[in-house]
């Protein structure tokens, strides 16, 4: 009886088994991710939002201790212009946050094609954590919180829907100290900024607010006691305020700063929260070139003083303060860094436009291509040098620390050390057409007298400072060490001189130097430097007197983990005596990951924490408890949030994303490992469908881009990619796909591919549950290549897919990257196409590598996506392939989505090809009968009215 309900059971159950369904393509927009996760100061409220790839999200307040949860619908740290903030307010009492507008509205508003001010705006959001009472803003346009200090939030609302009625500005009780916020006079001059709108500053706690009209720009101090912001002033209202304003949060005075009407911007308070620093200019409204001079208060001022203009005493002739630098206060509050710039000339209104040649010219001495000049124009147009300014100087006068020549430089010690790193590639920039990059020299350049001492030269490497400013620290490719400059004395050492451990890129397979695996951090007082080799942490006295020694005891190369350090207190700048460390660990034998501990004064090995067949978010700490947030999930498992109060030992699971995956036929994941012709052990991922059946034949897709195994355990939503293989969705209706490592031997990349990919395949074919006559391979970009190049020497792929291919490298070789304006010659020389010589030096190596040349031998359908507006790869490589293909009488297909980009960007673009593929390869690879676009293509006349997906009786 036992039996015969056990085979009932098992019955039923494979009955309601193979009910789940399929992916469809109607599933992307509501598939969920987890977007934002962030920690109350104290640890007691987490919070975390869960969002669509095309709809609504959430927003979600929990309490760690409780089970207590606030759910707010479309709510995001988000702000519409803004990056993310804080949602917390530092007191730990109150959260803010954006409610967006119903994604429906936002659409509907689009396609009504409303102007932007005329577009739904975000509704600002308030929690109580105390009462859990929400309060709701319409129309906000930003908010923030200061970074300490007590609740108070200032935030911007949107301009007035109803502009057409005037309001007489009258001034309220709470403002009765404030008359000198409205000014009755207007000086002269103008602003070219917009015209700003109502400011609310509200300490949530004690509920008073304040209102300020027409502010554009405003910013806490870092307690929060102070709020600085500027007012345009007003067209309509002459008694409008207009100029900076300080505002006392705490007592409620209002000092006027500045009374002008004018652009006044990069506000900074100094690290004690007492002195500010800002730009502004007051220039006349039409004047084209703006002159921005640099002020700064105190609370010993009464007003705002200009602290430097375009005639102070250093000022290079010709030079002025550029409204474009950022203006930063040294740590100890002394010195002032802003930027000055050449001043630029005015258009000459006299020219008529269409009597004057339009034209680049490109010389062969520029530093840049044009079209590396053309792309970062208008960057380079705002172009600042860093300055300095001793505040406190009984001989005022700035100091320019970088030129022309010397552009790029780093603050040391927060600005408290007596010179900044600075840098150049000055001289050296020509050869970067062909290597990618250049080689820089390094100077130390005195704050207080701007002079400049060499002390690297030609590295072609990085290098940077430690915390306190008593080393710089260098790695150098062309000899694969690692160095220091004690600055004090001059020396230079050699950190890893005579170790026969390796500092660089074990794995390195192009033919470039091998980049370091980095640096782990500083110890408090630049007393010792942790860096990475490729599995363990070392520890090095900066200055050779000790030895070094394995800070992760070996322990990762021993075990075949990787370690490397887990942030978790970004703001900290150095790993002190008390620190224990969290260590991202990564096992290179089963693709697990989790997290170690390892003391700074601890001789034991790191401790396990926890390790699983996971893929973990970082860790986000409370700032003030011992409390962390972060989500994980592994193929099967949609990520979800968790929260833990007792180092991981244990973990509250916060989220639910996804349930409905749970309707559909998924899959899974596992590592299969081959042997190549030539000996080489190699290792991919095998996805299979839930409902797999050994017992039955499956179609396969092939799936490459160098090396993937690693993302074992990472989750793919079923998503329209911007052009990818859609896994989960080939997986879920009835595919297997492979997705094989690949490692490559200079100048023979498409050799390579060849070894690796068809190798792992005919692996797979033993298994009498692989169909070896229906196997497609998909590749995009890099992977276009391989597919290319595959389908040129082996007839064993039924069907092919490239994006975005190179299939003549004579023709790319001098080619543009129009993203970057660089030249294409590095990456055949130096990077991912791997040929390691010039054309000329070894044409033949192009030549075998380039599919065009074997066209004739390609028996295997294919299409291809080439897309005009690629930045990466020239599209014509595309219109190469197609053509020369359609001349030879093979079947191939072209797509070429308008004005996009290498990888698409538009959503309707990523969901359109996601169905071509489909069907594509449900044609070659399942019998499907074949789409109207595969069959007959779709005349132009027919473009924008039909699409062709339509299924036909007709073979292409």
Not at 202 to 224: H, P, Q, W
Not at 851 to 858: A, G, H, I, Q, T
Not at 870 to 885: H, R
Not at 915 to 933: H, M, S, T
Request: charged share 25%.
């Amino acid at each position: 009886m036992q039996k015969k309900l056990t085979i009932l059971f098992l019955l039923f159950a494979s009955i309601a088994y193979g009910q789940k369904k399929p992916l469809d393509h109607s599933v992307y927009d509501t598939w969920e991710s987890v977007g934002i996760k962030q920690f109350s100061n104290d640890g007691l409220w987490a919070a975390y939002s869960i969002t669509q790839q095309e709809g609504d999200p959430n927003l979600y307040f929990q309490q760690t201790s409780t089970a207590q949860k606030i759910k707010v619908s479309r709510g995001t740290a988000a702000q519409q212009g803004f990056a993310s903030s804080s949602l917390f307010s530092a007191d730990s009492k109150f959260a803010a946050f954006a409610i967006k507008p119903l994604y429906k509205d936002t659409r509907l508003a689009k396609i009504k094609k409303k102007k932007p001010d005329e577009m739904t705006k975000d509704t600002l959001g308030i929690v109580n954590l105390t009462t859990t009472a929400i309060s709701k803003i319409p129309r906000v346009k930003s908010f923030k919180f200061p970074e300490n200090g007590a609740s108070i939030l200032a935030y911007n609302l949107e301009k007035p829907v109803d502009t057409s009625k005037k309001t007489k500005t009258t001034q309220t009780q709470e403002n009765k100290n404030d008359a000198d916020y409205f000014a009755d006079d207007e000086p002269a001059g103008a602003s070219t900024a917009k015209e700003g709108t109502d400011l609310i500053v509200k300490n949530l706690t004690t509920g008073i607010e304040r209102t300020y009209k027409f502010v554009t720009d405003y910013a806490f101090s870092k307690d929060g006691k102070q709020l600085v912001f500027t007012c345009s002033g007003s067209k309509k209202e002459k008694t409008a305020p207009m100029g900076v304003f300080l505002l006392n949060n705490e007592t409620g005075v209002l000092k006027t700063l500045v009374k002008a009407k004018g652009n006044f911007k990069s506000f900074v308070f100094d690290d004690d929260s007492e002195r500010l620093a800002f730009l502004g200019e007051t220039s006349p409204e039409k004047t084209e070139i703006k002159d921005f001079n640099l002020y700064y208060n105190s609370p010993t001022l009464d007003t705002a003083q200009i602290l430097v203009d375009n005639d102070m005493t250093g000022m290079p002739q010709r030079f002025a303060v550029s409204g474009d630098g950022k203006v930063t206060f040294s740590k100890d509050g002394n010195k002032l860094f802003f930027g000055i710039a050449p001043i630029k000339k005015a258009k000459d209104t006299t020219l008529v436009d269409f009597e004057n040649a339009k034209l680049d010219i490109w010389g062969y001495k520029d530093d840049y291509l044009q079209s590396m000049q053309l792309k970062n124009a208008d960057r380079e147009s705002k172009r600042s040098y860093l300055t300095a300014i001793d505040i406190y100087s009984v001989d005022p006068r700035i100091v320019p620390l970088t030129d022309a020549k010397l552009p790029d430089a780093t603050l040391v010690n927060e600005g408290n050390a007596a010179f900044v790193l600075a840098s150049t590639d000055y001289g050296n920039r020509i050869a970067s057409q062909w290597t990618g990059g250049t080689v820089r020299d390094y100077y130390l350049v005195d704050i207080k007298t701007g002079a400049r001492k060499k002390i690297i030269e030609s590295l072609d490497g990085n290098a940077s400072a430690s915390p306190d400013g008593n080393y710089i620290i260098y790695y150098n490719e062309k000899d694969m060490s690692w160095n220091t400059y004690q600055v004090a004395t001059g020396k230079k050492t050699i950190l890893n001189a005579g170790m026969n451990i390796k500092f660089y890129n074990e794995e390195n397979d192009v033919p470039a130097l091998p980049n370091s695996y980095g640096i782990a951090g500083w110890s408090e007082e630049d007393k010792a430097v942790y860096l990475y080799d490729r599995y363990d942490i070392w520890q090095f006295s900066p200055d050779g007197k000790s030895a070094p020694k394995n800070f992760t005891n070996g322990f990762g190369r021993t075990n075949n983990l990787t370690f490397r350090v887990e942030r978790v207190n970004p703001d900290d700048r150095f790993f002190t005596k008390k620190d224990v460390l969290w260590l991202d660990a990564f096992n290179n034998t089963t693709k697990e990951r989790g997290f170690y501990r390892k003391g700074i004064n601890d001789s034991k090995a790191p401790e396990l924490v926890i390790m699983a067949p996971m893929t973990y978010s970082n860790l986000v700490k409370a700032k003030n408890a011992d409390a962390y947030i972060f989500d994980k999930g592994n193929y099967t498992n949609s990520p979800d949030v968790y929260v833990s109060r007792d180092g991981l030992k244990t973990a509250t699971k916060l989220s639910s994303t996804n349930p409905q995956q749970s309707q559909y036929n998924w899959g899974t994941a596992e590592l299969v490992k081959w042997t190549t012709p030539k000996g080489y052990k190699s290792e991919g991922i095998l996805y299979k469908p839930e409902n797999f059946d050994p017992n039955k034949k499956y179609p396969m897709i092939v799936y490459f881009y160098e090396k993937l195994s690693d993302g074992l355990y990472a989750y793919n939503a079923p998503a329209p990619t911007p052009s990818r293989l859609n896994i989960p969705f080939f997986v879920s209706n009835g595919y297997l796909v492979f997705a094989p490592d690949i490692s490559y031997e200079i100048g023979h990349p498409g050799k390579s591919a060849e070894e690796f990919i068809n190798s792992g395949v005919e692996s797979l074919k033993k298994n009498a549950w692989v169909d070896g006559s229906k196997i497609g391979i998909q590749g995009q970009s890099w992977g276009g290549y391989q597919v290319a190049h595959l389908i040129t020497v082996t007839n064993m792929y039924a069907a092919a897919w490239a994006g975005a291919p190179v299939v003549n490298m004579t023709s790319a070789y001098g080619g543009i990257r129009w993203e970057s304006g660089m030249n294409r010659q590095f990456q055949y020389e130096k990077t991912q196409s791997r040929i390691g010589a010039t054309l000329w030096e070894k044409p033949e190596l192009y030549i075998e590598n380039s599919p065009l040349f074997n066209f004739p031998k390609v028996n295997t359908p294919v299409v291809v996506m080439s897309n005009d507006a690629d930045g990466a790869v020239p599209w014509y490589q595309g219109i190469e392939m197609f053509t020369g293909l359609k001349r030879l009488g093979k079947p191939v297909w072209l797509l070429n989505y308008n004005n996009e980009a290498h990888n698409l960007v538009q959503r309707q673009n990523r969901k359109d090809i996601q169905i071509r593929e489909q069907q594509f390869f449900d044609y070659y690879l399942k019998g499907v009968k074949a789409p109207v676009w595969m069959v007959g293509g779709i005349p132009a006349t027919e473009k924008g009215k039909t699409w062709g997906f339509e299924l036909t009786d007709e073979k292409p």
